[in-house]
């Protein structure tokens, strides 16, 4: 017996010796997965509080108390599998498609509009559609794409090179005359549905020239030809090449759209000779010519032309009486949603605003229609490391999608909802539950609060770092860390924030949304859109007449 104790003891004694890796590892593990500090929530005791912290923060989940228990989770879990094996196949015959385009909206954007919007745990509208899928955006010659190549893509449904709109890939960018070749156009979606009886229209909150919106209409070389002067700064004659704005106006789609709601009125008045309705001052073209006259008196004999540059003129439109309406409710592109509210600039409408009195007119067409939105801003808020701005934008997109799925049955109306490219921007550290999503995350090594929100690069970079110390810039000591226009840290400098090359979502609903589930080409999206509406020349949902 004493024997057999003592075998015991050696062996224990020799394990403890020879596997002290064993307990060594698991403590050595925090090192790269470090606890929170158990003050970490008092950190700010420490520090100067943000200016926008001694504010009410996000109400924690209405579910606080329930979420500390088993049940609940698993209720909720149930829940979710019961709603999915009560999904059901809607294969009727779409006799409308609104596609909602949030340009640069990453899934990082997505989640943290959501935290902004009222909690982690709270879905934006279009997260509820019951279908989603992921989309490849890169371009032909690029792995990163830009919002031309993209919208060649998703609008027409063919990919082309960087920086060229509505042509295919034997379209160099910046070539004069490549373009000039009709075998090299694509044709988009809005045509294939008003070619098969149906009206179609825009909405954007940038430029109605910019590269997203030009997808619908626009065949050209380079994406900044919105007018004349610009194709000219290239080495091109404007007499060869016809510009963004020109084309609108005479090309072969754009005439035939119903509406046209956005910014960029600059782009379609002369620099010397006319003078902008609200600014006074003159455009971007050198041609002598103001093309929004130009299209007013474009159309058929008693066919009714309105145009529009404020709010008020855009709520008064009588959508029965209105064959064509363009609304540029700025110079360049629409404000920001946080400028409009802040700075009370009531004559600019919002985004669900011309996306109600866009659907209004074109729902009097009994055979339907295709509307393409974009929630444009988005991307140029990450563009300048703008967090607050881009975020916004993005709640802003969920609001007029939501007005959309209220106000047309999923019966016959097929809602699309994605973006064009990512962002660099990134959503990580280990802030709190319910905590500013604009806020520090925690304390770097250096003894410096991080955000949670930062960028790979762009002009952030000059903000946050002290050159002059070679250190990090302390947050909590600048003054306009709650700015609405405050600049993200960026881990290099450029002159503007680069997009990023990751799939984007894919949100459907309504007929024939089940297409849009898995892992696909941008460019089949509108091939999907068509199957759905029976528009087009590809595969149709309904027989061949």
């Not at 996000?58 to 606080?64: C, H, M, V, Y």
């Not at 993005?394 to 962002?423: G, M, N, P, Q």
């Not at 539950?433 to 955000?451: H, S, V």
């Amino acid at each position: 017996m004493y024997r057999t104790v003592g075998i015991v003891l050696i062996v224990t004694l020799a394990l403890s010796v020879a596997l002290p890796s064993l307990s060594d590892e698991y403590d050595n593990d925090k090192v790269q997965h470090p606890r929170l500090p158990d003050d970490y929530d008092s950190d700010k005791r420490h520090h100067p509080r943000l200016p926008d912290e001694n504010k009410p923060g996000l109400p924690k989940s209405k579910n606080a108390e329930q979420e500390q228990t088993i049940e609940y989770w698993r209720n909720q879990a149930k829940a979710t599998v019961e709603k999915l094996l009560a999904k059901k196949e809607n294969t009727n015959v779409a006799k409308n498609v609104i596609m909602f385009l949030g340009d640069g909206m990453s899934i990082s954007t997505v989640a943290m509009a959501r935290v902004y919007a009222g909690g982690e745990e709270k879905p934006l509208s279009f997260e509820e559609f019951p279908y989603v899928g992921m989309s490849k955006t890169y371009c032909v010659n690029y792995q990163v794409a830009d919002s031309a190549c993209t919208a060649t893509a998703y609008l027409t449904g063919v990919k082309g090179n960087y920086e060229t709109i509505g042509v295919n890939a034997h379209v160099p960018v910046r070539d004069c005359n490549a373009a000039r070749n009709r075998t090299t156009h694509t044709s988009s979606i809005g045509q294939w549905a008003m070619d098969a009886g149906k009206d179609a229209g825009i909405v954007t909150t940038t430029r109605v020239t910019h590269a997203s919106p030009s997808g619908m209409y626009a065949h050209i070389a380079f994406r900044d030809w919105e007018d004349d002067y610009w194709v000219q700064m290239d080495g091109c004659s404007p007499n060869e090449v016809d510009d963004i704005a020109e084309q609108l106006v005479y090309g072969e789609t754009a005439p035939r759209l119903r509406v046209i709601l956005g910014g960029g009125r600059r782009e379609f008045m002369d620099r010397e000779i006319h003078q902008d309705y609200e600014t006074g001052r003159g455009g971007y073209r050198s041609d002598g010519r103001h093309l929004i006259n130009e299209w007013l008196k474009n159309g058929p004999v008693g066919q009714n032309r309105t145009f529009v540059w404020k709010r008020s003129d855009l709520m008064a439109v009588d959508p029965h009486r209105t064959d064509r309406l363009l609304g540029m409710f700025e110079p360049s592109h629409c404000v920001y949603n946080l400028d409009r509210v802040h700075k009370n600039l009531e004559e600019e409408p919002t985004l669900s605003e011309m996306v109600d009195k866009a659907t209004d007119i074109l729902s009097t067409n009994p055979e339907g229609f295709f509307l393409f939105v974009e929630g444009g801003r988005i991307d140029h808020g990450h563009h300048d490391n703008q967090a607050r701005y881009a975020i916004d934008e993005t709640v802003e997109f969920a609001k007029a999608i939501e007005l959309a799925r209220k106000k047309f049955s999923e019966e016959d109306t097929l809602i699309v909802v994605t973006s064009d490219h990512s962002h660099s921007v990134s959503f990580s550290g280990y802030p709190s539950r319910g905590q500013d999503i604009f806020g520090p995350a925690g304390t770097g090594k250096d003894g410096i609060p991080y955000m949670t929100i930062s960028y790979a690069n762009g002009l952030g970079f000059y903000k946050h770092v002290d050159e002059a110390k070679g250190t990090r810039a302390n947050v909590r000591e600048m003054e306009d860390a709650g700015a609405d226009d405050f600049r993200f840290p960026a881990m290099l400098p450029v002159d503007l924030e680069t997009h990023g090359g990751e799939d984007v979502a894919v949100y459907a609903s309504g007929p024939w949304a089940h297409l849009f589930t898995g892992s696909y080409e941008q460019n089949v999206i509108p091939h999907m859109m068509a199957y759905a509406a029976c528009i087009g020349n590809g595969l149709k949902a309904c027989p061949e007449n």
